[in-house]
């Protein structure tokens, strides 16, 4: 029997609220067994840059990442944001390590072809190196990954959060009974946007279709399911997408993805 790992991704939203992130950081640190944290930053990225008179470039709510927004992002992501979650967690008893793609070759990617836009220094994951998080995890050490990865050849590449989550527990559930979470605003995928409580507590491929049709499931949601999919179709056990409270035991507000 394998055993459990939780791999948990938090957004700029928790990133950016203080209070927000000592509550979830007090909700991770009681999950039981292994675990890794995955976290973005770009919102609080933003605001560094414009600080420094960085013009930051945004297209369909993707970063264009230059030279210049590479080093606010590897500073930012791999730095302020990404320490001050580790020393946190610390406070909390829980032994975290910052790791970025390139600390232990971790996780290799490739720069983005260009098509019709030049994403700059963007990354497409290529490869989880397993075996370098499972030392890690067997030591007891709680990983938590910025989202930077590298290229093997020198280069740091700016790469989406929620695709480094989903590529570390496909990549750890050959060895784990994995269960991947998306912690962000919303309490799960909701059925009307305007309430927060109508949230669909279990999707299965069959409903996915359902919600697909009836325009349910859009826009943002959109690449998150299919990431959750995704994942779930190469033998990750379960995804969960709620707010931070889907970390505690008693919670059941939230939505679980399964095939």
Avoid: W
Wanted: aromatic share 6%.
């Amino acid at each position: 029997m394998k055993p459990k790992l939780s791999i948990v991704k938090i957004g700029g939203n928790v990133i950016e609220n203080e209070a927000e992130l000592h509550k979830f950081l007090d909700f991770f640190s009681e999950l039981k067994g292994a675990k890794i944290l995955v976290h973005g930053g770009g919102k609080l990225a933003t605001q560094i840059a414009d600080q420094l008179g960085i013009t930051s470039q945004m297209v369909g709510g993707r970063r264009i990442t230059d030279k210049e927004s590479l080093k606010v992002i590897t500073m930012v992501y791999g730095g302020l944001a990404n320490k001050n979650i580790v020393a946190q967690l610390q406070a909390k008893g829980t032994n975290a390590i910052g790791l970025s793609g390139a600390d232990g070759n971790t996780i290799q990617a490739v720069k983005r072809p260009v098509k019709e836009i030049d994403y700059g220094f963007a990354g497409d994951v290529e490869k989880v190196n397993t075996a370098a998080i499972e030392k890690l995890l067997k030591a007891d050490f709680t990983p938590v990954f910025c989202a930077i990865t590298h290229n093997n050849q020198g280069q740091l590449l700016n790469t989406n959060a929620d695709t480094i989550a989903s590529e570390i527990a496909i990549g750890m559930s050959g060895v784990f009974e994995t269960t991947l979470y998306y912690c962000f605003e919303k309490k799960g995928v909701l059925l009307d946007i305007s309430d927060e409580n109508s949230v669909v507590t279990h999707i299965e491929p069959k409903k996915y279709q359902e919600l697909l049709q009836n325009n349910i499931i859009a826009d943002g949601m959109l690449p998150k399911l299919e990431n959750c999919f995704h994942a779930l179709n190469q033998q990750v056990n379960k995804v969960c997408i709620g707010d931070i409270s889907m970390l505690q035991p008693s919670s059941t507000l939230y939505t679980t993805i399964t095939l």
